[in-house]
């Protein structure tokens, strides 16, 4: 993999710009351009400004109407902002179109999601993982206008696979593509090598959406210390520790990557082999962070990523985290799965939940026993 060095520069100042398709549609749109901040934030941008339009359908030359692209140029100029950031995915064509109109950078939630993602890379896994997703993103886009992962933009969006584009064709991307897939599915073969290894031990996956606090019952249940921070995809490799004390059989935990809403494809599909520990788990732990007060929607994006990886079969605990955060959280019931109000840095909760982990254990032991 061609990696390279990123030069420093200012925080890029970033104007975001949200399309809700009908006024019903608004509130929801808000709410998606709040995270589209944090995002921005934990790829080392500042938010000067926001902008959510309401239209029954996308303009196809520009997402947005050309009044809002004229009223977004002027915003750029008045607040010094250097780059605009749409929470869709642009048409490669709308990219070109709005870079002309505006005359600075453009980028969309995909694209912000992969620089963050190939920052956070730390394994050999994670960043052919991350390169692969950004090489399969750029392919269509690999036009005069395509600079996003040349050095001479920086900032967000140069975390690229390291060549300026404009220099690749298609058919080298392609090679380059082929060439990762294969380097991923050596990996792949190693993780099934391993996995065998583990087959007669008591798998745990904890899931849920980024920042739910994973990372962090994670090292709480295995006395690890996985990096936790609170910011959005702290955590990209899975990782994984087996324990046995306390516990009537060896257990296997995995700490994976976080999702999140519009999860761009290319990260799904390559993330796939990682998430494998998800599919073959004997027991889903689904973290939910309690004091966000969009986690219903949180959950329902976990579970549709679950589904999406062919891990909605597998049994889970929905576990509602950061009660220390939110003492007045009621339980929720009645969704068919045993649910636990915990927080995972006090440890309020946590007896009941191992508890309950040592009994799905105990009855894994013994149905092993039987067969």
Excluded at 59 to 67: K, S, T
Excluded at 222 to 245: G, I, P, Q, W
Excluded at 264 to 273: A, D, G, I, T
Excluded at 304 to 332: C, M, R, W
Aim: with cysteine; proline share 3%; glycine share 6%.
């Amino acid at each position: 993999m061609v990696m390279f060095e990123y030069d420093k520069i200012d925080a890029e100042r970033v104007l975001l710009v949200g399309l809700a398709r009908g006024s019903a549609k608004r509130a929801d749109t808000e709410s998606s351009l709040e995270e589209l901040a944090q995002l921005a934030f934990s790829a080392g941008a500042e938010v000067v400004g926001q902008r959510v339009q309401v239209r029954s359908k996308p303009d196809p030359a520009f997402l947005v109407g050309r009044g809002l692209v004229s009223e977004l140029k002027e915003m750029l100029e008045q607040l010094g902002g250097n780059c605009v950031v749409f929470d869709e995915t642009l048409s490669p064509a709308q990219q070109r179109n709005l870079e002309k109109a505006l005359e600075a950078k453009v980028l969309d939630r995909a694209i912000l999601i992969l620089d963050i993602f190939a920052a956070r890379a730390l394994t050999a896994a994670a960043r052919l993982q991350v390169e692969l997703a950004q090489l399969e993103y750029t392919l269509p886009r690999l036009t005069g206008a395509w600079v996003h992962f040349s050095r001479q933009y920086g900032g967000i969006g140069a975390k690229g696979p390291g060549e300026t584009q404009l220099e690749i064709d298609r058919r080298q991307v392609r090679t380059k593509i082929a060439t990762l897939r294969k380097r991923l599915d050596k990996l792949d073969r190693q993780r099934q090598t391993q996995r065998k290894r583990r087959q007669m031990l008591f798998k745990v996956a904890l899931v849920g959406y980024t920042n739910a606090g994973k990372s962090t019952l994670f090292n709480r249940l295995t006395r690890a210390s996985v990096t936790t921070a609170d910011r959005l995809f702290t955590t990209l490799d899975s990782t994984t520790r087996v324990m046995s004390s306390g516990y009537p059989c060896r257990i296997v935990f995995s700490d994976t990557v976080g999702f999140i809403k519009k999860l761009p494809y290319q990260l799904v599909e390559s993330f796939k082999s990682t998430l494998e520990e998800v599919k073959l788990a004997d027991l889903l732990l689904h973290v939910v962070d309690c004091y966000d007060p969009d986690w219903p929607v949180q959950v329902q994006q976990t579970k549709q990523v679950l589904t999406e990886i062919g891990a909605d079969h597998v049994p889970y605990l929905l576990i509602y985290n950061k009660i220390d955060l939110n003492p007045d959280f009621s339980e929720i019931s009645g969704n068919g799965s045993e649910e636990f109000v915990i927080s995972a840095v006090a440890g309020n909760g946590m007896s009941a939940l191992q508890a309950e982990i040592i009994v799905r254990s105990g009855r894994f032991l013994n149905h092993r026993s039987h067969n």
